[in-house]
């Protein structure tokens, strides 16, 4: 579903973020991006979305090739992709439901098919009594519950995650990863970047190691370090 051949990102400050990276990721996978801060975890992710594009190399997602894409056809790739991010980016005006909803309305989807597809997605991540809520309401693991909800509303094929548990506690890290593995057995691949070395352990998934740019290990029940 996803391949990655020789991607290099130089960033207009001079910083090679990524260097010739070759990737395979197939339908359904749960891989697990691993790597110090500013290994370029981000950037790869980023490149996935179209959120920044390669200096040389091709990015294919779902036989798209996300490099040539005209500005016009972006949103459309991005229908394809739930993103969670470590910082949740809800909006704090709009209620739970609405912070759901809002995804499916940018397409044109109809009002009771936007309603039940986003009740079922709340339902999904346990957060359907707090509809009514506002984000400021929530604590954290529940803010990520809600951001995964808006994130799979579309039931996209893939779902990325940047750092998802970055600003839990140990417990909530662990109830908010069992909901994205649940997520992937329904069939959705996920991509997770993370530096917490136990949920990479306890998760024992593909793991791929950069480091200053470069992919160091590429390993199938991997943990979080090779030795
Ligand atoms: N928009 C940007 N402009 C310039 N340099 C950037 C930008 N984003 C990230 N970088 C740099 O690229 C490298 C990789 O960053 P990033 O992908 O965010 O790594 P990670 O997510 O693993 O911490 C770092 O040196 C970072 O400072
Ligand atoms: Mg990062």
Known sequence: MIE?????????????????????IGKEEFVFIVGPSGAG?????KMLYREE????????????NVTELTPDQVPYLRRNIGVV???????????????????????????????????????LVGMLK???SFPEELS???????????????????????????????????EIMELLDKINRRSTTLITATHNKNIVDMM??????????RVIRDQQLGTYSSS
């Open 4 to 24: 990655l051949k020789h991607v290099s990102k130089l960033y207009t400050n001079g910083v090679e973020a990524l260097l010739d990276i070759n990737l395979h």
């Open 41 to 45: 975890k981000t950037t790869l992710m």
């Open 53 to 64: 594009v390669p200096s040389s190399g091709q990015v294919i997602v779902d036989r798209v």
């Open 85 to 123: 991010f470590q910082d949740y980016k809800l909006l704090p005006r709009r209620t739970v439901y609405e912070n759901v909803a809002f995804a499916l309305q940018v397409t044109g989807a109809a009002r009771s098919q936007i309603r039940r597809h986003t009740m079922q997605a709340l339902e």
């Open 130 to 132: 707090r509809a009514s």
């Open 140 to 174: 954290g693991g529940e803010k990520q519950r809600v951001c995964i909800a808006r994130a799979i509303v579309n039931n996209p094929p893939l779902l990325l995650a940047d750092e998802p548990t970055g600003n839990l506690d140990p417990q909530t890290t662990f």
């Open 204 to 213: 024992k998934r593909r793991v791929v190691q950069l480091e200053a740019g």
